[in-house]
Nanobody, 116 residues
Framework: QVQLVESGGGSVQAGGSLRLSCAAS???????VGWFRQAPGKERVGVAT???????TYADSVKARFTISRDNAKNTLSLQMNSLKPEDTAMYYC???????????WGQGTQVTVSS
């Protein structure tokens, strides 16, 4: 069982930046990690993933604006979000899973609100 706790959400104006952090109880190199978001009335979707073998994937909507990173020594996962847009408003969740098995452990979420 892996516990995840997100932080760093908040309210920002369009064009601003936020950095989300996720503290994990365990984050060994064999785990893949990712950030997901869910807007009101919409499904949860992937924002950025970083696999156990170092492959990074971004949703088209956030490419060149968001950067995912991890620090296994500190058991942390981060998402740097720049040039934020109102459509980035959502609850953001971090997740982790063993290798390519798919998201299994989830944090409780942190709200990001971007105003125009």
């Amino acid at each position: 069982q892996v516990q995840l706790v997100e932080s760093g959400g908040g309210s920002v104006q369009a064009g601003g930046s936020l950095r989300l952090s996720c503290a994990a109880s365990l984050l060994t190199p064999g785990y893949s990690v990712g950030w997901f978001r869910q807007a009101p009335g919409k499904e949860r979707v992937g924002v950025a993933t970083l696999t156990n073998d170092g492959i990074i994937t971004y949703a088209d909507s956030v490419k060149a604006r968001f950067t995912i990173s991890r620090d296994n020594a500190k058991n942390t996962l981060s998402l740097q979000m720049n040039s934020l847009k109102p459509e980035d408003t959502a609850m953001y969740y971090c997740a982790t899973w063993w290798r390519s098995s798919g998201p299994k452990y989830w944090g409780q979420g942190t709200q990001v609100t971007v105003s125009s």
